[in-house]
Nanobody
Framework: QVQLVESGGGLVQPGGSLRLSCQAS????????MGWYRQAPGKERELVAI???????NSADFTKGRFTISRDNAQNTVYLQMNSLKPEDTAVYYCNAQIVQAGDEYIRGSWGQGTQVTVSS
């Protein structure tokens, strides 16, 4: 079994910052791409940013100049530093990881439970 545990969400004023963390744990052989997605009320889940095990990143246009994704491979942890937050960034943020479990040969996607980010004055 694999678990993704997220932390770092909360309530922040416009222009503020938050840092999300997500750690993968369990019977893991290898972790490939990790990333963050978000879902606002009444909207579909959308990509925020992803990062490969070698550190290559890809991110949505709305993150440019504000959000930074990073990871610690030794800790199987991915981070999302969010600066200059706007009310439209309000959403549940989900962690995703592509993982090969111990004893398995396939890459399987796993999701965290989500962490609420609310940007409001």
């Amino acid at each position: 079994q694999v678990q993704l545990v997220e932390s770092g969400g909360g309530l922040v004023q416009p222009g503020g910052s938050l840092r999300l963390s997500c750690q993968a744990s369990g019977s893991i052989s290898r972790v490939y791409t990790m990333g963050w997605y978000r879902q606002a009320p009444g909207k579909e889940r959308e990509l925020v940013a992803i990062i490969t095990s070698s550190g290559s990143t890809n991110s949505a246009d709305f993150t440019k100049g504000r959000f930074t994704i990073s990871r610690d491979n030794a800790q199987n942890t991915v981070y999302l530093q969010m600066n200059s937050l706007k009310p439209e960034d309000t959403a549940v943020y989900y962690c995703n990881a592509q993982i090969v479990q111990a004893g398995d040969e396939y890459i399987r996607g796993s999701w965290g439970q989500g962490t609420q980010v609310t940007v409001s004055s």
